[in-house]
């Protein structure tokens, strides 16, 4: 019951800035880690950029230093601020959350179904 929705993929030129969003919604008692994963055709899902529940985040290392994330916990919402795009971040990004649904003590992952982000040369 616990749904996650991406937005905010799109068509970007080599140098711009894309700003990603996922809401998750559903009978959530808590999230706990959320991040953000990519897949380009032919290839792995690889993760992009992960963030606690306490704030601590960790990045790829084709990304740092070009892509935050970030997350409002009273939105139940994570970003993904992605700056100096290049050619090769083209891919579907997808959303993952581990969360809490009531009543469950246990966490589970939980993933989006994907948004497309295409940088142009």
């Known amino acids: 019951q616990v749904q996650l929705v991406e937005s905010g993929g799109g068509l970007v030129q080599a140098g711009g800035s894309l700003r990603l969003s996922c809401a998750a919604s559903g009978t959530i008692f808590s999230i706990n880690d959320m991040g953000w994963y990519r897949q380009a055709p032919g290839k792995q899902r690889d993760l992009v950029a992960v963030i606690t529940s306490g704030g601590k985040t960790n990045y790829a290392d084709s990304v740092k230093g070009r892509f935050t994330i970030s997350r409002d916990n009273a939105k139940n919402t994570v970003y993904l601020q992605m700056n100096s795009l290049k050619p090769e971040d083209t891919a579907v990004y997808y959303c993952?959350?581990?969360?809490?649904?009531?009543?469950?003590?246990?966490?589970?992952?939980?993933w989006g179904r994907g948004t497309q982000v295409t940088v142009s040369s």
């Open positions: 993952k959350a581990a969360a809490k649904q009531y009543p469950s003590p246990v966490a589970y992952d939980y």
